[in-house]
Each structure stands twice: as structure tokens, then as C-alpha cells.
């Protein structure tokens, strides 16, 4: 089983520790703990959070894209309008 620490993956992705706790605490990511209370991410949270990260530089705020990745809206309307906003 592939796993990181936050140390690790926050280096691989070019984000900081920080904002990987922002993003769990917002509810968009939620690594597994270790029994010392570490966060561990596997595959299933590095897929989710490059989807995130590709989210946000797309200028989505992190509550819309909690949204889209529940569920709860149209990812290629959200993509085209943020595109117009862009434009």
C-alpha cells in the first residue's frame, strides 16, 4: 500500500503543510491517521488533491470546489463559467 507523509506529499505538489490541513479542514482531503496521530496520504488523496490543486489554479474558491467534487453541481459549467470570468 503507497502512502506519504504531509511532509512528503506537500513537497511532491509544490503546496505547503499548511494548506494541506486548510484543505482538510475545509473537507476536501481526509488522510488516514497513524496511531502517533500523523497524517498519512494514499493514492485515493493524492488523486483528490490534484484535482484541488487543478481546481484552484483554475481560480475556483475552495468551498465550490468542495462542491463539485461531492457532487453537488455541473464541473463543466462551473469550468465554463470561470473560463468566461477569465476571459
Avoid at 503546496?15 to 482531503?29: D, I, P, Q
Avoid at 481546481?55 to 455541473?74: A, T, V
Wanted: hydrophobic fraction near 50%; charge should be positive; aromatic fraction near 6%.
Amino acid at each position: 500500500v503507497f502512502q506519504e507523509t504531509a511532509t512528503a506529499v506537500a513537497r511532491r505538489f509544490g503546496v505547503s503543510v499548511k494548506a494541506l490541513r486548510v484543505y482538510e479542514e475545509a473537507g476536501l482531503l481526509s488522510p488516514t491517521r497513524t496511531m502517533a496521530g500523523w497524517r498519512i496520504y494514499g493514492a485515493a488523496e493524492l488523486e483528490r488533491l490534484s484535482a484541488i490543486l487543478a481546481l484552484k489554479q483554475l481560480g475556483l474558491p475552495l468551498k465550490r470546489i468542495g462542491e463539485l467534487l461531492r457532487g453537488k453541481g455541473d464541473l463543466a459549467a462551473a469550468l465554463v463559467l470561470q473560463e468566461a470570468a477569465l476571459e
